[in-house]
């Protein structure tokens, strides 16, 4: 009595469980199962029609029964193939709309988590301690501000020292470096155009006459 109470117990909670409602993971691996078994069917009704195509060509004109058996079987596939591609269709169809629902179903589970996220954390969120916190951040501001100007203002004045110190350092150089080319000027100079150098013989002609006349007025007025 207690075996017949096990088996009909253990048929009846197998069928139980049988007929129990797919979730979604279930239904989308069984549509995309069915899937690709329809595209495996339609490829293996597209090389049978291949196939008989090519018996049809060969056997057209030689044997004509061998041919039109040939187009007979290939018009079976072809409706075979179109039923196949209406079934996957309707399969693609299904398939994509579960996965929109389900990604629609994720998107507002996290919307929802992330609004309870949002109120909880705003509830643990004082007013009064932000406006607190903000005006701590404020005199933090305002400090660290006056002290950058006070390095700042030191650090100008050594700055315009030392440029006052540059300066006139400056201008020594280029007193230097004027001195340095005037002397090469000076130098080049002598070497490329020296002196004239005065002749020494005695003038002829005329104009050894007039020296000696002037010489001689000169000799009588003393």
Do not use: W
């Not at 989308?28 to 196939?51: F, G, H, P, V």
């Not at 299904?94 to 509830?123: D, G, W, Y």
């Not at 916190?133 to 650090?155: P, R």
């Amino acid at each position: 009595m207690s075996f017949f109470r096990k088996f009909f117990g253990r048929k009846k909670k197998e069928k139980e469980s049988s007929t129990r409602p797919l979730d979604e993971v279930d239904v989308l691996y069984k549509l995309r199962s069915t899937e690709q078994l329809l595209m495996a069917r339609r490829e293996i009704m597209d090389t049978n029609i291949k196939k008989e195509l090519a018996i049809i060509k060969q056997n057209n004109i030689s044997n004509k029964r061998v041919a039109l058996n040939a187009l007979k079987r290939k018009n079976c596939y072809e409706k075979q193939s179109s039923q196949i591609e209406g079934i996957l269709l309707t399969v693609i169809k299904q398939r994509l709309a579960l996965e929109n629902a389900n990604t629609n179903k994720i998107l507002v589970n996290v919307m929802k988590s992330t609004l309870n996220t949002v109120k909880m954390t705003n509830q643990n969120i004082n007013i009064d301690d932000i406006q607190n916190m903000i005006d701590d951040i404020a005199k933090s501001h305002c400090l660290t501000q006056e002290i950058s100007e006070a390095f700042c203002n030191s650090t100008t004045l050594e700055i315009e020292d030392d440029e006052e110190e540059s300066r006139k350092e400056l201008e020594n150089l280029e007193l230097e470096e004027l001195d340095k080319q005037v002397m090469n000027i000076d130098r080049i100079l002598a070497v490329n155009y020296p002196l004239p150098v005065m002749p020494t013989f005695e003038p002829l002609g005329q104009v050894g006459q007039i020296k000696k006349t002037f010489e001689r007025k000169n000799s009588i007025m003393k």
